[in-house]
């Protein structure tokens, strides 16, 4: 009973990241309104200010959850975000919320880690794929609570206070959202520490030094401190310095070009610290290095996966702004399906639940047939991941050019199911192309790729055409011009693939050998 327990309240711990993570979609109307923004700017804001740190605190926070007390590091995380959470509430600056969402990213980097590791440690083998399971569906619920839940406490604050100078420190609803939704977390907190960690004091007896193992894999990837990282090996700072001024010049070219420049001041952050990263894991651990980074094939599918989290990163989070604005314009517009709500709550109700829906039965499907197919032919996952990319063009594009908002609503979780297909089979074709000792790195590399590529880009992408062309639709439409690319990329590598597995031993031990003679 006590492992079922753990599992619930971690994954009620997810439910409530979700929660916190997707809220900005309902709130993006308002927000951008009251701070006066541009739908560039709202993209930063839910994908590139989460995205960059999320990935690169991921990776060192990993390590620390196998030497430090999990149960506290999924505290502290909640406890950081939440606080984070809340204080976008009171956010008056865009730089501000700027910040508050990057702090939302850094905590919840810390979650998944160290729960993935204690239902590990909790269940049986037998049971473990189940529980692991049931901890992933807090991904979907809490997808489908934070539309619903944000536009009830968006409502109900404007009934209460109509005006913000009557309410509340003087919050408005979309402030006051924030502000109330990082109070569970906090609570939470609480739950989560009456909780013992079955493996801490043997971890304690082992000897582990966690916070000098954090210390080191931060030097790896967090700038400034790849610097002094490069430069205790041999030669490398030199390198590192390189790609830090190409990156540095082309960042404040696209910087300047744009007029957007904290969007590309993070990322070019972001692309610099992966860059350094992978320089550190190719000195560390020359043999995953090359199985990776040094497999191009391997780097093509990254890149392409990001490609196609492009895609649906942007088409879910632009889904509600883009419904309110085509389906319910003006200030008196009335809701059309469901009776006694708000334009805010029918399409949070109706987006968010049908995206949970779709995506939570999509993944499970995709896998499904991935597998199925994969046994009769090993290109099996690569031809599920197209068919994904393939039979979603055409339902997004029906999905945001229909004048009907009945279409429309009825096309999200038809839309969702097969745009979120593919994501099952592409970590485990990853993770086919290295030894099982190196699946951490390379789930550590698929997840870089997923935001750098994918949520770091593609919801400004839209954002940004959306605003040069005066039409959101046209921004979102524009992103498929990466689909061409990405189904180049699946039916090369489904020429290289039994090949690659096949050789993955031999090349790992001819880069070891090759690593030693460094």
């Known amino acids: 009973m006590r492992a079922w327990f753990v599992l619930g309240v971690l994954t009620l711990v997810y439910v ?22 541009n739908d560039a700017q709202l993209g930063f804001l839910y994908g590139t200010a989460f995205a960059i740190f999320y990935a690169l605190f991921g990776i060192p926070l990993g390590r620390l959850a196998d030497s430090w007390n999990r149960v506290w590091m999924v505290a502290a995380g909640l406890i950081g975000w939440s606080l984070m959470t809340s204080l976008s509430g009171f956010a008056s600056t865009f730089a501000i919320l700027a910040i508050a969402r990057v702090g939302v990213g850094i ?85 989560v520490l009456a909780i013992r960690d079955p493996e801490w004091e043997q971890r304690r007896i082992a000897g582990a030094t966690p916070w000098r193992r954090l210390g080191d894999e ?71 290095f090359d199985l990776l980074w040094g497999t191009p094939v391997v780097v093509a599918l990254v890149i392409a996966f990001g490609a196609i989290a492009f895609i649906t990163y942007s088409t879910g989070f632009w889904a509600s702004p883009y419904a309110l604005r085509t389906f319910y314009e003006g200030s008196g517009a009335q809701s059309r399906f469901l009776q006694d709500t708000t334009p805010l709550q029918e399409v949070s109700l109706l987006v968010g639940w049908g995206s949970a829906i779709g995506s939570a039965f999509g993944v499970i499907a995709g896998g499904l047939v991935a597998d199925f197919w994969r046994r009769r032919d090993p290109r099996g996952r690569i031809f599920t991941i197209a068919g994904s990319v393939i039979l979603s063009a055409p339902l ?77 639709r046209v921004g979102i439409f524009s992103l498929y011009i990466v689909a061409p690319f990405t189904l180049a990329v699946l ?13 993955r031993e031999s090349r790992a031990q001819a880069a070891s050998t090759l690593g030693r003679g460094d």
Do not use: C
């Open 16 to 37: 409530i990241s979700f929660i916190d993570r997707q809220i900005l979609s309902i709130l993006a109307e308002s927000i951008k309104l009251d701070l006066r923004l």
């Open 107 to 191: 905590g919840e980097a810390s979650t998944s880690p160290a729960a993935y590791s204690l239902i590990t440690d909790l269940f049986p083998q037998r049971r473990r794929a189940t529980a692991l399971s049931i901890y992933t569906s807090g991904l979907y619920i809490g997808l489908g609570l934070s539309l619903p839940v944000g536009g009830m406490l968006m409502t109900l604050w404007k009934t209460y206070f109509p005006s913000p100078a009557a309410a509340p420190l003087g919050l408005s609803a979309w402030q006051a959202t924030f502000a109330l939704l990082g109070i569970p977390g906090l609570l939470m907190s609480a739950v």
């Open 218 to 288: 931060l030097s790896t990837i967090v700038p400034p401190l790849t610097l002094f990282a490069a430069s205790r090996r041999r030669g490398e700072l030199r390198i590192n310095l390189a790609i830090l001024a190409v990156v540095a010049i082309l960042s404040a070219a696209v910087a300047w070009a744009s007029g957007d420049v904290a969007q590309w001041l993070i990322y070019g952050t972001g692309v610099y610290a992966v860059a350094s990263w992978a320089q550190a894991l190719r000195h560390r651990d020359r043999a995953t």
């Open 396 to 472: 997004t594009a029906v999905m945001f050019a229909t004048q009907q908002p009945l279409t429309f609503f009825a096309l999200v979780p038809l839309t969702t199911f097969v745009s979120s297909a593919w994501s099952g089979a592409a970590i485990a074709t990853i993770n086919d192309l290295v030894l099982p000792r190196m699946r951490a790195t390379a789930g550590a590399t698929f997840l870089l790729g997923m935001s750098l590529v994918g949520l770091a880009l593609g919801p400004y992408v839209a954002g940004k055409i959306g605003m040069a062309t005066g039409s959101l």
């Open 491 to 503: 039916w090369f590598a489904s020429r290289r693939l039994v090949e690659l597995e096949e050789t």
